[in-house]
């Protein structure tokens, strides 16, 4: 496995982990895990982090958004 495919397989778990972490749980370098993120995204494989919010828990669920 490259270590592009590593790093994106710790990065589709949990998106916040840190390089450090990334480079712990998959035995890279944390150089090696940020230059692979840095390809990533600059290859545009990845496209950004976004926070997945389940609002029927926020505000009791209120929030006025639509579900779409």
């Given at each position: 496995?490259?270590?592009?495919?590593?790093?994106?397989?710790?990065?589709?778990?949990?998106?916040?982990?840190?390089?450090?972490?990334?480079?712990?749980?998959?035995?890279?370098s944390?150089?090696?895990?940020?230059?692979?993120?840095?390809?990533?995204?600059?290859?545009?494989?990845?496209?950004?982090?976004?926070?997945?919010?389940?609002?029927?828990?926020?505000?009791?669920?209120g929030?006025?958004r639509?579900s779409?």
């Open positions: 496995m490259t270590a592009a495919r590593e790093v994106l397989e710790v990065l589709t778990r949990n998106a916040r982990e840190t390089t450090d972490d990334i480079a712990r749980q998959t035995g890279l944390v150089d090696t895990v940020e230059e692979a993120i840095t390809e990533l995204e600059d290859e545009d494989i990845v496209h950004g982090y976004q926070a997945i919010v389940d609002w029927d828990r926020v505000d009791g669920g929030s006025g639509s779409n």
